[in-house]
T-cell receptor, first 111, second 110 residues
Framework: GIQVEQSPPDLILQEGANSTLRCNFS?????LQWFHQNPWGQLINLFY???GTKQNGRLSATTVATERYSLLYISSSQTTDSGVYFC?????????????FGQGTELSVKP | NAGVTQTPKFRVLKTGQSMTLLCAQD?????MYWYRQDPGMGLRLIHY???????AKGEVPDGYNVSRLKKQNFLLGLESAAPSQTSVYFC?????????FGPGTRLTVT
């Protein structure tokens, strides 16, 4: 089945720093989503981005589908950005278009 | 517009007890899903539904049953809980490819 790998696994930043998180996937996808799991465990939708570039405030994402990777950029990080960032892909209509999750990047932003 | 809601938020069960987790969505989505999240395993699909009255198995369906009697609700049942079912359970819904997640239910089986 399709493999999803995220890097780095852990990241510690000082408040105000910028960061780039990467997601590699092993096959073509119809869906790619980025989520933030906050310290309370909630999964927050950040981007639906099977291809192209999107921006939302301090966050932006780019997916290069032909090269099978996606990048999540966080600029001017804040302590509230702490948590785990997941990339998840949808490969086919098999199993209802289920999402296959990467292992996540755990981000800690220090004041 | 509440999105996807889950009931209850927390539950502790003894081995062998049964319970039902309720997921509700108010976005008129056709597709609904139940995932479980375990440390080091990411999220895995338990069961899913492509419409009212339909259900199907996902990756890890054993020990669970589901029902979708109404379009807006998707129920996950544990008939005889086991410690291996200790996990965080997430419900999701979608219209196209993009999935929207509920806040999760933390279940502990002792």
């Amino acid at each position: 089945g399709i493999q999803v790998e995220q890097s780095p696994p852990d990241l510690i930043l000082q408040e105000g720093a910028n960061s780039t998180l990467r997601c590699n996937f092993s096959d073509s996808v119809n869906n790619l989503q980025w989520f933030h799991q906050n310290p309370w465990g909630q999964l927050i939708n950040l981007f639906y981005i099977p291809s192209g570039t999107k921006q939302n405030g301090r966050l932006s994402a780019t997916t290069v589908a032909t090269e099978r990777y996606s990048l999540l950029y966080i600029s001017s990080s804040q302590t509230t950005d702490s948590g785990v960032y997941f990339c998840a892909v949808g490969h086919s209509y098999n199993q209802g278009g289920k999402l296959i999750f990467g292992q996540g990047t755990e981000l800690s932003v220090k004041p | 517009n509440a999105g996807v809601t889950q009931t209850p938020k927390f539950r502790v069960l003894k081995t062998g007890q049964s319970m039902t987790l309720l997921c509700a969505q108010d976005m008129n989505h056709e597709y609904m899903y139940w995932y479980r999240q375990d440390p080091g395993m990411g999220l895995r699909l338990i069961h899913y539904s492509v419409g009212e009255g339909t259900t199907a198995k996902g990756e890890v369906p054993d020990g669970y049953n589901v029902s979708r009697l109404k379009k807006q609700n998707f129920l996950l049942g544990l008939e005889s809980a086991a410690p291996s079912q200790t996990s965080v359970y997430f419900c999701a819904s979608s219209y196209g490819w993009e999935q929207y997640f509920g806040p999760g239910t933390r279940l502990t089986v002792t």
